[in-house]
T-cell receptor, first 115, second 114 residues
């Protein structure tokens, strides 16, 4: 178990630029989640995948955000035309399909700063 | 409106003291999970409670799920500096079919001073 890996760890970008983050989940996990966390807050749900299918998207995920999970393996989260309000820690997590008590295994996140 | 309310938001205590943090909601959850997060890292699962009234112990940590499955508490005995971190509770609710979604509280930031 090598854990969930996220890249890059830090990203500084100028407002209006596009950014893409990558998440490599634990290999045998079918479900992959993206959360966003700002200072003083708990993680906020953005979206999740079961294998390659994106099953749910939060209303927080505006049209500028898109996530993909080709082939049900790694996932990417892209933010287009970044805004200062997008500055946050973006967390990826994976889990196996075991229902309501399946724990999430988180990566260490990508911290985005939009200047 | 926050689905899960955690209290206190901040807690600073001396090594050796006991403490309790709370996670409350007006909603019923299928399960409730507690995570601990350190700066610059992702949350790490501590425990999952499933049954109303359930009590689980993890060394000096005691977790309880309310009888109505709407609230939970975490009690730490003889806190140590290594317990410092952000404690998050997360409730699982059915989001359709066999799918469940975890919703997190804002967390309790605990500092244990030596």
């Amino acid at each position: 178990d090598t854990g969930v890996s996220q890249n890059p760890r830090h990203k500084i970008t100028k407002r209006g630029q596009n950014v893409t983050f990558r998440c490599d989940p634990i290999s045998e996990h079918n479900r992959l989640y993206w959360y966003r966390q700002t200072l003083g807050q708990g993680p906020e749900f953005l979206t999740y995948f079961q294998n390659e299918a994106q099953l749910e998207k939060s209303r927080l995920l505006s049209d500028r955000f898109s996530a993909e999970r080709p082939k049900g393996s790694f996932s990417t989260l892209e933010i287009q035309r970044t805004e200062q309000g997008d500055s946050a820690m973006y967390l990826c997590a994976s889990s196996s399909i075991r229902g309501f008590n399946s724990p999430l295994h988180f990566g260490n996140g990508t911290r985005l700063t939009v200047t | 409106t926050q689905l899960l309310e955690q209290s206190p938001q901040f807690l600073s205590i001396q090594e050796g003291e006991n403490l309790t943090v709370y996670c409350n909601s007006s909603s019923v959850f299928s399960s409730l999970q507690w995570y601990r997060q350190e700066p610059g890292e992702g949350p790490v699962l501590l425990v999952t409670v499933v049954t109303g009234g359930e009590v689980k112990k993890l060394k000096r940590l005691t977790f309880q799920f309310g009888d109505a499955r709407k609230d939970s508490s975490l009690h730490i005995t003889a806190a140590q500096p290594g317990d410092t971190g952000l404690y998050l509770c997360a409730g699982a609710q059915n989001s359709g079919g066999s799918n469940y979604k975890l919703t997190f509280g804002k967390g309790t930031l605990l500092t244990v001073n030596p």
